[in-house]
């Protein structure tokens, strides 16, 4: 086995450091970029979406977001793109509206080729633009550093994984751009599977067609839709986004001064009782037709009389109508589109839209909600909004409201060491078991800590790579990793990589979970063999010594440790037969029938067992923590006689840099300690046949000590 392969067994690269925090300036534009590539402004600053005041929420800063995505698809869009208003200096961002968490171009994606090309503004991050296996469009600024000290911008689309990487990257090291590259391997952001929105105690309802939100108890959220029929119009009309010369009727008195403003369509005449017919339109969708339902309310009108001597005239030079009296001069002055006549003191007119109306108290930088989606656990919400992010002029913003009925608004995060994401390094692909753990820790952990967490996956490193990562992580970065403890290995046992001075400088954290390992025997063989239990195997092995084939994974994972358990505290003979990898999966005993037994985590042998293809003989985990699956528990290696004391298990653990801080390191441990005494989390680890940690760094030291003593134990390289 070569040393990258073993070093790929231990851990996995840390991320590197992160850059700036961006400035507050106003970016440039392309053309000074181009011209100017030296003045590029510096990465804009993390955040993270935070509940805001319900009595007085800041609006401007709630509705500042561009999104891009099909309504069609929004209940199973698991992330919405943020594009905040550039002038805020707040990079573009994708939120989750799972885990709540905002996703970030990962810091070790700033950089490309080398580092000669650098990511200096990321413009925006685009849900419609998607590829086969939706992943989202990243737009990017770029500098490049050429030879001879000269700098070359451009600007470019890549495509985001889940964790920030490139899984296309913007342009390729010969500086072709790749905006048709297409990747088949990273994660979706669109996934039909597991991201449905889910229920929640808010409801959405309507009142003359405006949309609301009301809690529990029936109680509307702001912004509260309209009570009045007249002011639900008006925000209908203005939310269609009213082009120029847009005409609606009215109603005016005698002395032309506007009673309704001019929003409605075809008006009645006021009746006998001095009311008017008021209608607008009930349903939700903004495109009308038709078919669109209409309510309608009767309202009454203040007494008013004259007007009954005017009768309305069309002016010959502008087409406009007014009002005459009978003299034929002018009362009213040709202003409108079209007239009738005064009835009980009113006269309905149709006239231009009046973009300065507004009704009795309202306030411009109130939002005007269009339609909410659900998504995930939050609700989006597209508004008509008047703020300086839009210039002073109506534009459509969104937002976002968690089930607590909070509106969400973009907070830095400070002291400038808090707004750096803590990044957590997985060296394997995502998907596996460190891969979950550590997505459950991310999903968690900024409550606790105050922090965003951001997870990468990096299963490819070289030497270098590791040694940098453990003397410079700091406080922003830590590994987790299902590692063989001792780190390092023990001399004449393991083969070490050449990083064994690095692992050993590694500051401990926490244990996150610990999950046994199961021993299964293909069900065919036991049936053929007579071997249905633990008393089963090692009677057959005893009088057929050698001939039954055990699969583990490679030398120095946990399988090796616990078979060489078995062996010496039973005295049978088993044949050890090495799979490339951590563990060997099913298939080697289901289909390949290259063993009999298999010793592999639960997760590799679940299918399997519930086909009948394999029957458990035992797990190596405690006695008193049994496992189980189905509601089956499955015996313990341990309770046997001859086997007593055998537990053995893999150990998820956090570890941090040589340089970082033994105060952060403890505030993370005590972090991860809370979490998992969560009873969901508690409940979610039981669903995986692991349990917690969450132990003090020196606990963790004691376990590697206590892990060094079972390896010579087991090896019989020491007396017990």
């Known amino acids: 086995m070569s040393a990258l392969q073993v070093l790929r067994a231990w851990l996995g690269l840390l991320a590197l ?5 961006g400035a507050q300036a106003a970016p440039p534009d392309y053309q000074d970029l181009y011209t100017h590539p030296e003045r590029a402004l ?4 993390h955040w993270q979406m935070q509940p805001v005041s319900s009595s007085a929420p800041p609006w401007a800063e709630i509705f500042m977001f561009q999104t891009r995505f099909d309504p069609r698809l929004v209940d199973r869009l698991r992330w919405l793109s943020l594009n905040p208003d550039p002038d805020t200096a707040l990079a573009p961002a994708l939120f989750d509206a799972l885990d709540g968490r905002t996703l970030f171009l990962a810091p070790s994606a700033r950089s490309l080729c080398n580092g000669r090309w650098q990511v200096v503004r990321v413009e925006s991050i685009s849900n419609s633009s998607v590829n086969k296996v939706l992943q989202p469009a990243t737009k990017v600024w770029l500098v490049q550093h050429k030879p001879g000290g000269t700098l070359e911008a451009t600007t470019a689309y890549g495509r985001l994984d889940a964790q920030g990487h490139w899984a296309v990257p913007p342009l390729t090291c010969d500086g072709s751009t790749t905006n048709a590259v297409f990747s088949a391997d990273a994660l979706a952001y669109l996934m039909p599977d597991d991201a449905q929105s889910l229920p929640s105690d808010l409801q959405l309802d309507l009142v003359y067609a405006q949309p609301g939100l009301r809690d529990a108890r029936g109680r509307w959220l702001a912004p509260v839709p309209p009570s009045d029929i007249t002011t639900a119009q008006w925000m209908d009309y203005k939310k269609q986004i009213v082009t120029p010369g847009s005409t609606g009727s009215g109603l005016i008195d005698p002395q032309g001064r506007m009673v309704i403003p001019f929003i409605f369509g075809m008006l009645p005449d006021a009746t006998a009782q001095r009311r008017i017919q008021l209608c607008s339109n009930a349903g939700l969708r903004l495109l009308r ?38 003299r034929g001069h002018w009362v009213i002055a040709p202003q409108f589109h079209e007239a009738r006549r005064f009835r009980h003191g009113y006269a309905v007119v149709a006239a231009p839209f009046s ?30 909004v008047r703020n300086p992010s839009t210039a002073g002029q109506w534009a459509i913003r969104y937002g976002l409201m968690n089930d607590a009925g909070q509106w969400l608004a973009p907070q830095a995060q400070l002291p400038p060491q808090a707004q750096l994401p803590l990044q957590i390094t997985v060296p394997s692909p995502a998907g596996d078991r460190n891969g979950h753990y550590a997505q459950m820790l991310a999903a968690h952990l900024p409550a606790l800590l105050g922090r965003q967490v951001e997870v990468t996956h990096l299963p490819d490193a070289s030497v270098a790579d590791y040694e940098r990562l453990a003397a410079q992580g700091g406080n922003l970065q830590v590994l987790f990793t299902a ?8 001399p004449g046992l393991h083969q070490g990589p050449p990083i064994d001075t690095a692992l050993r400088s590694l500051q401990p954290v926490t244990l996150v979970a610990s ?21 089963d195997l090692l009677a057959y092995a005893r009088s057929h010594p050698g001939r039954l084939r055990v699969g583990t994974g490679e030398d120095g994972w946990i399988g090796q440790l616990a078979l060489a358990q078995l062996l010496a505290r039973s005295g049978v003979d088993l044949q050890r037969v090495v799979f490339p990898g951590r563990y060997p999966d099913s298939d080697v005993v289901t289909k390949a029938h290259a063993v009999e037994l298999v010793l592999a985590p639960v997760n590799g042998l679940a299918t399997a067992v519930r086909r009948g293809q394999l029957r458990v003989l ?12 189905d509601g089956i528990t499955w015996p313990t290696l341990g309770a046997h006689a001859l086997l007593a004391g055998l537990a053995v298990y893999d150990h998820f653990i956090l570890w941090a840099a040589a340089n970082s801080d033994a105060a952060a390191n403890r505030e993370l441990q005590q972090a991860v300690a809370q979490l998992l005494a969560k009873p969901e989390i508690q409940q979610q680890l039981q669903g995986v046949q692991a349990v917690g940690g969450g132990g003090s760094p020196e606990s963790l030291l004691a376990l590697e000590a206590q892990m060094r003593e079972q390896w010579l134990r087991a090896q019989d390289l020491a007396v017990p």
């Open 17 to 21: 450091s992160l850059g700036l925090a």
């Open 42 to 45: 510096p990465m804009q600053q």
């Open 289 to 326: 037709d038709a078919q669109t339902p209409r309510v309608c309310r009767w309202q009454r009108l203040q007494r008013s009389q004259g007007g009954e001597g005017l009768r309305p005239v069309q002016d010959a030079a502008t087409g406009r109508w007014g009002y005459q009296n009978a």
């Open 355 to 384: 973009e300065d109306w507004r009704p009795a108290g309202w306030q411009d930088a109130w939002p005007m909600v269009r339609q909410y989606w659900r998504m995930g656990r939050y609700w989006v919400a597209e508004a008509l």
């Open 483 to 490: 590692m063989t403890l001792p780190r390092g290995g023990l």
């Open 515 to 535: 999950q046994p390992l199961v021993l299964a025997i293909d069900s065919t063989q036991a049936d053929a063999l007579g071997i249905h239990s633990t008393d």
């Open 618 to 629: 035992g797990t190596t985990a405690d006695p008193a923590h049994p496992q189980s699956l």
